[in-house]
């Protein structure tokens, strides 16, 4: 009632307000509608330090559920993966998910399509799903042996439909494998204008969840044998391995000819945070990017490493020099002896480009001496080779077995709805590492994926109700 009587003295009080400004103003004309309406509405004192208590204890209790639901996801996978046996002639039955319920022009469903219930549901955005059942999303640049994954991970759809009768205000519960496929709990998936699913889900919150922080320096050659398709493989390199950092990542982009540049010479010897607009930033420069003159490699990673070196910036965590050209004609052994060994302590990888390999010895060098190599001859390489890093740097916190929870900086997220109109939705995600445990891995450290689910912002707000707390 008291709120009832709020919102009618304030709509009151807005058609008055001009009529009155001109005889009152400021705490005048408060303290006489204050006094018109005194008689009906009661005043209460409010302790703001408990209110603040109590939301933050139920935001606690709601967050830690989500966390739960997590870890009981994490622990049905490895369980999951450890008791299944790899079969190379693995096969099994299925259905197009982008095709369920769609019939042909006798009114007979579709091959691989058939008929299954879809509800609309409000947990869901008020979109039409389905709550008993998962479904498998692989992006059509992903290529790897991923039948034995889907069919282990069928174990976890149970687990889904469990934890969503246990917390109905869960959304989107998922795994994402190391391999590429993503589980989505509950059925529901939309291609793009093209009929096509680009979504990889190694783009988003697995980053996060399957590496420790990282500082990553890329070093693109733009000399001229650059130019060409290289220089665009090269452009779409920089850009993949700038996808897959986020908020907790620090990055800086070299190029190099005959001589050594930083995309953004405001950034020039540093590191900086690789958030969103950072990282669009970049990519509208590496789009300029131009070829010209000689490759001068060396100078190029005394500068990266220089700035890694450098104390007191970055995450601290891990190291890494991205090299990405087509060759290297200098002999740069006595940079790495002086900037990182013994310890090795920078990781470098590098990215060959090109069908045709020119001097490519020296980069080979790196290669055997760093652990880390590929070559990617054409776009659509890109994607799988980058990803390739990730495995390389989550291998320490896979073998210790961390099962780090993170939570992942807001982002927006973009709905359908039943207009097929789309709306952004503020979201945060709360992911966790999910890690072989069978004993011939284990110190191969293996990274099967990431679990996670999705919490609209608007749910954290609902705790903290406006009227309350102005």
């Not at 079969?87 to 099994?92: G, P």
């Not at 007191?312 to 900037?339: P, R, W």
């Not at 054409?378 to 799988?384: F, G, K, N, P």
């Not at 961390?402 to 992911?431: G, R």
Request: aromatic share 10%; net charge negative; charged share 25%.
């Amino acid at each position: 009632m008291f709120v009832s009587r709020v919102q009618q003295w304030a709509t009151s009080f807005g058609k008055e307000i001009n009529a009155l400004s001109a005889r009152y103003s400021g705490a005048k004309l408060l303290q006489k509608k204050y006094k018109d309406i005194e008689g009906m509405i009661k005043i209460e004192e409010v302790d703001g330090e408990e209110l603040v208590k109590k939301f933050a204890e139920e935001m606690e209790r709601m967050l830690g559920r989500k966390m739960e639901s997590v870890k009981r996801l994490a622990e049905a996978a490895e369980d999951a993966d450890y008791y299944h046996e790899y079969n190379e002639t693995l096969e099994f039955d299925y259905y197009n998910s982008m095709l369920i319920n769609t019939m042909d022009e006798d009114g007979n469903p579709v091959p691989l399509g058939g008929e299954f219930p879809l509800e609309e549901n409000e947990h869901f955005s008020s979109l039409l799903v389905n709550t008993q059942m998962s479904n498998i999303q692989v992006p059509t640049n992903v290529y790897n042996k991923i039948v034995n994954g889907v069919y282990m991970s069928e174990a976890l759809n149970d687990l889904f439909v469990e934890n969503f009768q246990k917390d109905p205000t869960l959304t989107w519960q998922y795994f994402g494998s190391s391999t590429g496929f993503f589980r989505l709990y509950p059925i529901q998936w939309t291609p793009d204008e093209n009929g096509v699913v680009t979504f990889d889900c190694r783009n988003r919150n697995y980053i996060q969840a399957a590496t420790s922080p990282k500082d990553v320096v890329i070093v693109v050659d733009v000399s001229g044998s650059m130019k060409g398709l290289r220089l665009t493989i090269a452009k779409h390199t920089i850009n993949t391995i700038l996808d897959t950092l986020g908020e907790n990542d620090f990055v800086n982009i070299i190029a190099y000819s005959d001589y050594v540049r930083y995309v953004e010479p405001c950034f020039k010897g540093t590191l900086v945070q690789a958030d969103l607009d950072n990282r669009e930033h970049f990519k509208l420069l590496v789009e300029e990017l131009h070829v010209k003159g000689e490759g001068k490699v060396k100078k190029a990673m005394k500068e990266s490493f220089k700035i890694l070196n450098e104390l007191g910036q970055g995450s601290l965590c891990n190291q890494a020099i991205m090299l990405i050209t087509d060759g290297a004609m200098e002999d740069y052994q006595d940079v790495f002896e002086k900037f990182n060994w013994p310890d090795r302590r920078v990781r470098v990888f590098t990215y060959l480009i090109g069908r045709e390999m020119t001097f490519a010895e020296n980069v080979k060098w790196i290669a055997c001496n760093n652990k880390y190599y590929t070559h990617v001859s054409t776009l659509a390489d890109v994607q799988e080779n980058v990803m390739e890093y990730l495995h390389v740097l989550s291998r320490p916190m896979v073998i210790n077995h961390d099962h780090d929870i993170i939570w992942t900086e807001a982002y927006m997220d973009s709905v359908l709805f039943n207009t097929q109109a789309q709306s952004l939705l503020l979201m945060t995600s709360v992911a966790m590492p999910v890690f072989s445990k069978k004993k011939e891995t284990l110190s191969h450290g293996i990274l099967l994926g990431v679990v996670g689910t999705d919490v609209a912002v608007r749910e954290l707000m609902r705790l903290a109700p406006r009227y309350k707390v102005l």
